[in-house]
């Protein structure tokens, strides 16, 4: 993702890699901070496979460069948002780095098409905490941080499918989720067997 990160930052104009990083860290730095550890060498690798190239920028002072998207490194860009890999659609920080740079996709048809994975994903029940094979709902956890974590993770699926499904321009299912809490809501874990 730091990759995608890099060329989608680079496909809206050259950068400085001081500049690159304060962006790719503004981004990603909340939750996965990036350290020079990981970005120069992933500068590095892009660089190898002709991907970015790095001119020496004087007007800055030594040891400056500024940084630009090549053709392949475009191509391979838009590439990785069209088919991004499953751990990038469930994965919720990995789909925001797709996320970020979804709109240099020039086809709404493939936009589209990874949203409706994510929505897809979003619809399939799915908790932290099960009972054997079965996803424990937020009434059934009696821990009152385990609940949390299950009620915070319903309410941020529900607004996301909700925002999903108007950039879709898909009506939101008969069930208004976003008023109501019932068993039926696909994300909230499963209610038990009866």
């Known amino acids: 993702m730091l990759e995608l ?10 950068l400085p890699g001081h500049e690159l990083r304060r962006r790719v860290s503004q981004l990603t730095g909340y939750t996965r901070p990036v350290s020079d550890g990981s970005l120069y060498p992933a500068i590095n690798r892009l660089t190898k496979a002709g991907l970015i190239e790095r001119r020496a920028d004087p007007a800055a002072g030594a040891a400056r460069y500024v940084l630009s998207l090549t053709p392949a490194g475009r191509a391979d860009m ?59 709902r ?15 993770a319903r309410a941020t699926s529900r607004a996301e499918r909700t925002w999903l499904r108007e950039t879709l321009g898909e009506k939101p299912p008969a069930f208004d989720f976003d008023t109501t809490v019932t068993d039926n809501d696909p994300h909230a874990p499963a209610a038990p067997a009866s």
């Open 138 to 152: 937020a009434e059934e956890i009696a821990d009152p941080y385990r609940r949390g974590m299950l009620l915070t």
């Open 78 to 136: 838009l590439q990785r948002l069209r088919q991004p890999a499953d751990h990038e659609i469930t994965d919720f920080t990995r789909f925001y780095i797709v996320l970020a740079f979804l709109s240099h996709l020039p086809d709404a048809a493939e936009q589209h098409a990874v949203l409706r994975r994510r929505l897809e994903f979003l619809e399939e029940p799915a908790s932290f905490f099960y009972d054997n094979d079965r996803p424990l």
């Open 5 to 14: 990160a890099i060329l989608g930052f680079l496909a809206e104009g050259p």
